[in-house]
């Protein structure tokens, strides 16, 4: 397997290309800051997927890097409330955003609590 055909994976990354095409949007006051970071923080998601699926080799860097990965995704449900209490995204997109980023935190606790389905050896 691929971490690629992760779920967590997929619906990560297409819960940042959302928020990228969402960020297009966004006053260009904003690109350095509240654009950047949504964008930075949303794609760290996947990323942090990837090197701890890469890394179940080690638990402790597996667990590192998925609770990275919940970190990350927690600070994007942080910036789009900002981007909604500034009226760059209407309600309904924030609710919407904010739904698919919880069910990723749940994809990713749920690999935090069942390591040896992903191929974490548990006897290092």
């Known amino acids: 397997m691929k971490?690629?055909?992760?779920?967590?994976?997929?619906?990560?990354?297409?819960?940042?290309?959302?928020?990228?095409?969402?960020?297009?949007?966004?006053?260009s006051e904003e690109k350095y800051s509240?654009?950047?970071?949504?964008?930075?923080?949303?794609?760290?998601?996947?990323?942090?997927?990837?090197?701890?699926?890469?890394?179940?080799?080690y638990p402790k860097h597996f667990y590192s890097k998925l609770t990275d990965s919940d970190a990350e995704n927690s600070e994007t449900q942080?910036?789009?409330?900002?981007?909604?209490?500034?009226?760059?995204?209407?309600?309904?997109?924030?609710n919407k955003l904010i739904i698919e980023s919880e069910e990723v935190?749940?994809?990713i606790n749920y690999m935090l609590q069942n390591p040896i389905k992903f191929g974490v050896k548990t006897d290092l």
């Open 105 to 107: 935190g749940k994809l």
């Open 78 to 94: 942080s910036w789009l409330e900002f981007a909604l209490a500034c009226n760059y995204i209407q309600k309904d997109a924030y």
């Open 3 to 27: 971490f690629q055909d992760l779920l967590a994976y997929r619906k990560g990354f297409d819960l940042a290309m959302k928020i990228f095409e969402i960020g297009k949007s966004f006053p």
């Open 34 to 57: 509240l654009t950047d970071q949504i964008r930075r923080s949303s794609r760290s998601v996947c990323a942090n997927i990837a090197e701890a699926y890469r890394k179940r080799d």
